[in-house]
């Protein structure tokens, strides 16, 4: 405690932090792309710890107090829980690619719809208005028992958070802004064992919310160019497509990372796979899927109305084949290619079925 | 409505579908057409184009008090029978409502700022070695700060139900704002010459994450007791900022945590004012929160930090800088005194000592 002269001895100046500051003399500097957080992990500051001991909620790389108080109960505190090699990437692309579902939809591009049409519409924004926050509940929840020394990673499950709001909050104004309304709920979203929000586990949650459940929406908004009715309506496909692929990167790049640096729950990961290979094409949450009636939707969509149900559904078989071929395409990416070879999986010879 | 809608589905020529669903097309039932709770709602973008609140029409507006349902239905939407539960644990509406949240969520959105781009970075120039630790040792402050308001944040964000989703929305780009200030603040850090400081011992910290009775009684510490705190020390930052760096990030965080605050404020008054026992509540929080933030006040790393920014160096920081310091206390006291009466608290009778002491200099 240095001495005061001026001040009342409460308000003495105290410098004895000063000496214990952490590592010093860092000047990171921006480079093309601005000053990311990849320019930042610098020297001590770019180490990440495999297993995390800070309880406290300090920022990485900063100078611990022994008498902070434990408030972090942070269930995931090792590296391989949550790691992607590219989270500083995805997280800044977040951040550059944000957009705005009031002013960045061309709104009057909106007319009168027929009745069938609008109301496959109207359904579809309901399933996904439904469904778009379970993507953002879910890493919301998840950036909570995260470590802070994970930064990266956290921040870009708070991009995250907030694309789903956006989606959540586009599809809302679709449905309420050409005549039509919400329609049911299809309740895909809900509470059963084995569903993204009853995970205890950050890569089974990652497996079924990144890899299966948002890729089978991200091939599918991919195709709004198909389905969508005017502008306004490709628009939002498009934009939603562009934040969803970086959900699914997420996915895809923890699990690489997974795979390669926890090998010992590589069985345990296929097991999850198997579970969604199981609803990929079955299940609720894929709105393309058999089981759906997004689907049906869908189909009268594609056709331009229900009268042309049967030219729509044709190209729903096409939506589906992508979804199928573009899913082989992440898990095989992620380090998982053996079990589309060695006969573990349906989706080779579901994906044929579809030729 | 349903009815029409029914029977314009019926009229589909169901004979020409294929039934087998392994040589064709599968007939579609269409049992969900024509079930909606309203139709024929065509809401037109304003000005400032299509806003959430814009959409708050007819039944799709109704906010009740109570929100039965567990699911994720979208309000105003068809529910299913069957589905069974998730654990929304908030379902009053005075539990975590606040009337300006569709207007909050808009404008953050709107207000999205860049670090990596948007920070003129070239402006930062060396600066002397104290107070150059002085911004680093403010920005590890800070950067706790907001870590903590994430966390509680999403801790609670799960937990709301979906009658409420204007505050799920505008929580999301809370949530969002909080990573952007670590990030800008980490970067402000790490790119001058110096290095984060040592962490907070955390009292306050402590105090807003284990306040797990109700989302309320997190906005009451959160933004009321320490949200007040923040604004002014950013407001005294950005008068004592080095550069432009600084002053953008300063300038940026404080727009973001003035929407933080105003969610949060309004919150309390609609608590306040739509559940009987919430004031009461809140004062008895408070007069514990007081302790534990006149307690981190006397630490002195805080303090000591700011009134070295405030006085250019440690030397000026022994005079004007520690007591212009001490004016933004005041001034912070001030404020959340005023506050507090606007939500109908009385804190001014039992305020904690070390506060007083702070107004009366």
């Given at each position: 405690m240095?001495?005061a002269?001026?001040m009342p001895?409460?308000h003495?100046i105290d410098?004895s932090w000063m000496?214990?500051?952490?590592e010093?003399?860092i000047?990171?500097k921006?480079?093309?792309?601005?000053?990311?957080?990849?320019?930042?992990?610098?020297?001590?500051?770019?180490?990440?710890?495999?297993v995390?001991?800070?309880?406290t909620?300090?920022?990485?790389?900063s100078t611990?107090?022994?008498e902070a108080?434990r408030?972090?109960?942070?269930?995931?505190?090792t590296l391989?829980?949550i790691?992607?090699?590219?989270?500083?990437y995805?997280?800044?692309e977040?951040?550059?690619?944000?957009w705005?579902?009031?002013?960045?939809i061309p709104?009057?591009?909106l007319?009168p719809?027929?009745?069938d049409v609008?109301e496959?519409?109207?359904l579809?924004?309901?399933?996904?208005n439904?469904?778009?926050?379970?993507a953002?509940?879910?890493?919301?929840?998840?950036?909570a028992r995260?470590?802070p020394?994970?930064?990266?990673?956290r921040?870009?499950?708070?991009?995250?958070v907030?694309?789903e709001?956006r989606?959540?909050?586009?599809f809302?104004?679709r449905?309420?802004a050409?005549?039509g309304g919400?329609?049911?709920?299809?309740?895909?979203?809900?509470g059963f064992?084995?569903s993204?929000?009853l995970?205890?586990?950050?890569?089974?949650?990652?497996t079924?919310l990144?890899i299966?459940?948002?890729?089978a929406?991200l091939?599918?908004?991919?195709?709004?160019?198909l389905?969508g009715?005017?502008?306004?309506?490709k628009t939002?496909?498009?934009?939603?497509?562009?934040?969803?692929?970086?959900?699914?990167a997420?996915?895809v790049?923890?699990l690489?990372?997974l795979?390669e640096t926890?090998p010992?729950r590589?069985?345990?990961?296929e097991?999850?796979?198997?579970?969604?290979?199981?609803?990929l094409m079955?299940g609720q949450?894929?709105?393309a899927?058999?089981?759906?009636?997004?689907?049906e939707?869908?189909?009268?969509?594609?056709g331009g109305?229900?009268?042309?149900?049967?030219?729509?559904?044709?190209k729903l078989?096409?939506?589906?084949?992508?979804?199928?071929k573009?899913?082989m395409?992440?898990v095989?990416?992620?380090g998982f290619a053996?079990?589309?070879?060695n006969g573990?999986s349906?989706v080779p010879?579901?994906y044929?079925?579809t030729? | 409505m349903?009815?029409?809608?029914s029977?314009k589905?019926?009229?589909?020529?169901?004979?020409?579908?294929?039934v087998d669903p392994t040589?064709g097309?599968?007939?579609?039932k269409y049992d969900?057409r024509?079930l909606?709770?309203?139709?024929?709602?065509?809401?037109?973008?304003g000005?400032?184009?299509?806003?959430?609140?814009d959409?708050?029409?007819?039944s799709y507006?109704e906010?009740p008090?109570?929100?039965?349902?567990?699911t994720r239905r979208?309000r105003g939407s068809?529910?299913?029978p069957?589905?069974?539960?998730?654990?929304?644990?908030l379902?009053s509406?005075?539990?975590l409502?606040?009337?300006?949240?569709a207007?909050?969520?808009?404008e953050a959105?709107?207000?999205?700022?860049?670090p990596?781009t948007e920070?003129p970075?070239?402006s930062?120039?060396t600066?002397p070695?104290?107070i150059?630790?002085?911004?680093?040792?403010m920005c590890?402050?800070l950067s706790q700060?907001a870590?903590?308001?994430?966390?509680?944040?999403?801790?609670?964000?799960d937990r709301?139900?979906y009658?409420y989703?204007e505050?799920?929305?505008?929580?999301?780009?809370?949530t969002?704002d909080?990573?952007?200030?670590?990030?800008?603040?980490r970067?402000?850090a790490?790119?001058?010459g110096?290095g984060l400081g040592?962490?907070?011992?955390g009292?306050v910290?402590r105090?807003?994450?284990?306040?797990?009775?109700?989302?309320?009684?997190?906005?009451?510490?959160?933004?009321?007791l320490?949200?007040?705190?923040?604004?002014r020390?950013?407001t005294g930052?950005?008068?004592?900022?080095h550069?432009e760096a600084?002053?953008?990030?300063y300038?940026?965080m404080?727009e973001?945590?003035?929407r933080?605050?105003?969610?949060?404020?309004d919150?309390?008054e609609y608590?306040?004012t739509h559940?009987d026992d919430a004031?009461?509540?809140?004062?008895t929080?408070?007069?514990?929160?007081?302790a534990?933030?006149?307690a981190?006040?006397?630490?002195?790393?805080?303090?000591?930090?700011?009134?070295?920014?405030f006085?250019?160096?440690?030397?000026?920081?022994?005079t004007h800088?520690m007591e212009?310091?001490?004016?933004?206390?005041r001034?912070?006291i001030?404020?959340?005194?005023?506050?507090c009466?606007t939500?109908?608290i009385d804190?001014?009778?039992?305020?904690?000592?070390?506060f007083?002491?702070?107004l009366?200099?």
């Amino acid at each position: 405690m240095s001495e005061a002269t001026e001040m009342p001895r409460e308000h003495e100046i105290d410098t004895s932090w000063m000496d214990n500051m952490a590592e010093w003399g860092i000047t990171a500097k921006p480079g093309k792309r601005g000053l990311t957080l990849a320019d930042v992990q610098v020297g001590s500051y770019g180490d990440l710890p495999k297993v995390s001991d800070n309880m406290t909620g300090r920022p990485r790389g900063s100078t611990a107090r022994p008498e902070a108080y434990r408030v972090g109960a942070y269930q995931v505190h090792t590296l391989s829980e949550i790691w992607l090699e590219n989270a500083e990437y995805l997280y800044e692309e977040a951040l550059q690619r944000q957009w705005s579902s009031a002013t960045d939809i061309p709104w009057h591009t909106l007319k009168p719809l027929p009745d069938d049409v609008e109301e496959a519409e109207c359904l579809l924004c309901t399933f996904f208005n439904e469904v778009e926050f379970v993507a953002g509940d879910v890493p919301a929840r998840w950036i909570a028992r995260t470590t802070p020394d994970y930064l990266e990673a956290r921040n870009v499950l708070s991009a995250q958070v907030m694309d789903e709001a956006r989606h959540m909050d586009v599809f809302r104004k679709r449905a309420l802004a050409n005549g039509g309304g919400l329609m049911r709920m299809s309740g895909a979203t809900s509470g059963f064992v084995g569903s993204i929000d009853l995970a205890r586990d950050f890569t089974e949650m990652s497996t079924r919310l990144h890899i299966s459940g948002e890729g089978a929406v991200l091939t599918m908004f991919r195709m709004g160019e198909l389905f969508g009715q005017n502008d306004a309506e490709k628009t939002m496909y498009r934009l939603c497509a562009q934040d969803e692929a970086r959900h699914v990167a997420f996915g895809v790049m923890h699990l690489r990372c997974l795979g390669e640096t926890a090998p010992e729950r590589r069985e345990e990961i296929e097991c999850y796979l198997d579970e969604a290979e199981a609803q990929l094409m079955a299940g609720q949450q894929n709105p393309a899927g058999r089981q759906s009636e997004s689907s049906e939707a869908l189909a009268v969509l594609l056709g331009g109305g229900s009268e042309y149900y049967d030219e729509g559904h044709k190209k729903l078989l096409v939506i589906r084949r992508r979804q199928l071929k573009e899913y082989m395409k992440r898990v095989i990416s992620a380090g998982f290619a053996d079990r589309f070879e060695n006969g573990r999986s349906p989706v080779p010879a579901q994906y044929a079925a579809t030729a | 409505m349903a009815d029409k809608l029914s029977s314009k589905a019926a009229s589909v020529d169901r004979e020409s579908k294929i039934v087998d669903p392994t040589k064709g097309v599968p007939e579609p039932k269409y049992d969900w057409r024509g079930l909606t709770n309203e139709w024929g709602v065509r809401v037109i973008p304003g000005p400032h184009g299509l806003r959430l609140g814009d959409i708050n029409v007819g039944s799709y507006g109704e906010v009740p008090d109570y929100w039965q349902d567990q699911t994720r239905r979208p309000r105003g939407s068809v529910g299913r029978p069957g589905i069974p539960p998730l654990p929304y644990s908030l379902r009053s509406k005075h539990e975590l409502w606040a009337e300006c949240s569709a207007d909050l969520y808009e404008e953050a959105i709107q207000r999205r700022w860049i670090p990596a781009t948007e920070v003129p970075w070239d402006s930062l120039k060396t600066l002397p070695d104290d107070i150059e630790k002085a911004v680093c040792q403010m920005c590890t402050e800070l950067s706790q700060s907001a870590n903590t308001e994430l966390e509680i944040i999403t801790y609670w964000q799960d937990r709301m139900s979906y009658g409420y989703f204007e505050v799920k929305q505008y929580l999301a780009t809370a949530t969002f704002d909080c990573a952007r200030q670590l990030e800008a603040l980490r970067k402000r850090a790490l790119s001058n010459g110096g290095g984060l400081g040592i962490e907070s011992r955390g009292r306050v910290n402590r105090i807003i994450l284990e306040s797990s009775g109700g989302w309320t009684e997190a906005v009451v510490y959160l933004y009321l007791l320490r949200g007040t705190y923040i604004t002014r020390l950013l407001t005294g930052l950005l008068s004592a900022a080095h550069n432009e760096a600084e002053a953008f990030i300063y300038s940026h965080m404080l727009e973001d945590h003035a929407r933080h605050l105003t969610y949060g404020y309004d919150h309390l008054e609609y608590a306040s004012t739509h559940h009987d026992d919430a004031s009461l509540i809140m004062g008895t929080l408070l007069a514990v929160g007081e302790a534990h933030m006149a307690a981190e006040l006397k630490e002195g790393v805080v303090s000591s930090a700011m009134a070295i920014i405030f006085g250019g160096g440690i030397k000026g920081a022994r005079t004007h800088g520690m007591e212009r310091y001490l004016v933004l206390v005041r001034d912070f006291i001030n404020d959340y005194l005023a506050i507090c009466r606007t939500l109908g608290i009385d804190r001014e009778k039992s305020l904690h000592p070390v506060f007083k002491r702070y107004l009366e200099g």
